[in-house]
């Protein structure tokens, strides 16, 4: 079974950069035909998908996020990593990143999803 893990600062500072790492084990992020997303949920609000890099390394984004968000991954450490700039409070969310069959699994849930278990990022001066 694909277990998921995410790691990183719990707190960061307005304009600075969030970044986020996603340690899967279980199976591997470079296996056919699967995307790995990270997706978010502020306070009080629904899930946010915010983009993905898919089993190839290519990578799609969110189109209100785009301009702010790089995903990328280390395929030796079966790691994908989520970098999300000049952070604001409207930033502050529990991260979640994911494995799917579908690009947008929020949208879309695939047959299959696995997903972590989310990790809290307060931006706060």
């Known amino acids: 079974q694909v277990q998921l893990q995410e790691s990183g600062p719990g707190l960061v500072k307005p304009s600075q950069t969030l970044s986020l790492t996603c340690t899967v084990s279980?199976?591997?992020?470079?296996?056919?035909?699967?995307?790995w997303s990270w997706i978010r949920q502020p306070p009080g609000k629904g899930l946010e998908w915010m983009g993905a890099?898919?089993?190839?390394?290519?990578?799609y984004y969110s189109p209100s996020l785009k301009s702010r968000t790089s995903i990328s991954r280390d395929t030796s450490k079966n790691q994908f990593t989520l970098q999300l700039s000049s952070v604001t409070p409207e930033d502050t969310a529990v991260y979640y990143c994911?494995?799917?069959?579908?690009?947008?699994?929020?949208?879309?849930?695939?047959?299959?999803?696995?997903w972590g278990q989310g990790t809290q990022v307060t931006v706060s001066s």
């Open positions: 890099i898919a089993y190839s390394g290519s990578t």
């Open positions: 279980g199976g591997s992020i470079t296996t056919n035909y699967y995307y």
């Open positions: 994911a494995q799917s069959s579908s690009l947008d699994p929020v949208e879309t849930p695939g047959p299959d999803d696995y």
